[in-house]
């Protein structure tokens, strides 16, 4: 029986040291023997167990399913259980993600993502008695696109806003987030304020990057980033929804309402022949 020939060793690069300063950290080189569907978190758990104990790389369970094993392969954003090594011609350059600090060799420490969750509104559910809990399938399937992220963050290493300026944006992931909430058919609560202010969703310029290296492919900028700008934008600078939003609901609001726009008439009738009379005149000198 045909065997497939073996393309020889497995050539890994990887990069080693701890904390911020560059100036300590170093490539290592291996070697790992091949073997059929090999990925690149096979090639680190050799390393590991035959040659170099002291190898640190985060990973739980080898099935693309945690998000644990997320590092940069030759440069891009991966998941090392679901490269394989097949895949990539030449070296395999393995290093840590960028946009996160160092631990140690391909650990980095990815806490303040659970700091940043803790600041999204949560879901509120309507009243029950104000609206029977009644919706369609298509209404459920907008959220549940945004529910098969593992929490990888490679869309935050890669987001260059997080990676390379210090703005205060909670990052393509927790636009995710807050998008399953506010597109859940039962969610009562709008948070474009939130996004706009706190979750500095202006600081994207949707170059997509994100959403091209999702290992769930999910569509992060034009199922979830647009959709929650063109929220924040409705809610926030357009006329008929500021008009609408402050239209009076009852009796009283409309007493108030008019008592506003006659006050506004009373001081535009009072202040008018101030401002009008001078312009006239200036009008006439100018004129001649």
Known sequence: MATTPSPGPVRLRVRRGSGSDPSVFRYDSFEVPWEEGMVVLDAVHYV??????????????????????SAEINGRPKLMCKTRVDSIDGEITVEPMKAFPL????????????????????????????????????????????????????????????????????????????ASLDMHPMDSLNRSKFMKDAGGLGYCNITKCCQEICP???????????????????????????????????QRQLEVAIKKVLKLAFWAALLAPLVAVPILFLAKALLG
């Open 48 to 69: 590991q167990a035959m040659v170099d104990p002291t190898l640190s790389a985060r990973w739980n369970c080898k099935a693309a399913r945690c998000g644990s094993c």
């Open 103 to 178: 631990l140690k060799d391909l650990v980095t420490d990815v806490g303040e993502n659970w700091k940043v969750a803790a600041m999204i509104p949560a879901f509120s559910p309507k009243s029950p008695k104000a609206r029977e809990w009644k919706f369609y399938q298509r209404d459920v399937e907008r959220s549940r696109e945004f529910r098969k992220c593992i929490e990888c963050f490679l869309c935050q290493d890669v987001c260059h806003v997080i990676r390379e300026h210090e703005a205060e944006y909670i990052g393509p992931r927790w636009v995710v987030k807050a």
């Open 216 to 250: 769930e492919h999910i569509v992060i900028t034009d199922d979830a980033i647009i959709p929650e700008k063109e929220r924040v934008v409705d809610r926030r600078y357009d006329p008929a929804v500021w008009l609408y939003r402050n239209l009076p609901r009852d």
